[in-house]
């Protein structure tokens, strides 16, 4: 079965940081891009970054630039998110999912992503 499953949340200041994992398994993790996103109560799901596996090229929604990093173990099959400088609005449940479409292209359009896995919470406290 193919399962992308986010883990690492958890509860933090404002200020601080976080690492969040993806691990992947039950397809060719070469062959696909993997994204990055969250979902605040009562808000659309947003695409907060994204990694290429064909070019390593990267994507960061504006709102995370500079203070999140997106990050690939091929080896490990696994994708991490680490995020510095955490706000409160930085809350919401975090999602990994894959891609056929690059995803450069495709982070701001979650239709376009699959495998979803359960989500891990990030709450940052003021």
């Known amino acids: 079965d193919v399962q992308l499953q986010a883990s690492g949340g958890g509860l933090v200041q404002a200020g601080g940081s976080l690492t969040l994992s993806c691990v992947a398994s039950?397809?060719?993790?070469?062959?696909?891009?993997i994204g990055w996103f969250r979902q605040a109560p009562g808000k659309e799901r947003e695409g907060v970054a994204g990694?290429?596996?064909?070019?390593?090229?990267?994507y960061y929604a504006d709102s995370v630039k500079d203070r999140f990093t997106i990050s690939s173990d091929n080896a490990k099959l696994m994708v991490y998110l680490r995020m510095d400088s955490l706000k409160p609005e930085d809350t919401a449940v975090y999602y990994c999912?894959?891609?056929?479409?690059?995803?450069?292209?495709?982070?701001?359009?979650?239709?376009?992503?699959?495998?979803w896995g359960q989500g891990t919470l990030v709450t940052v406290s003021s």
């Open positions: 999912a894959r891609t056929w479409v690059p995803t450069t292209q495709a982070m701001k359009i979650p239709s376009l992503y699959e495998s």
């Open positions: 039950g397809f060719t993790f070469d062959d696909w891009d």
């Open positions: 990694i290429s596996h064909t070019d390593g090229k990267t």
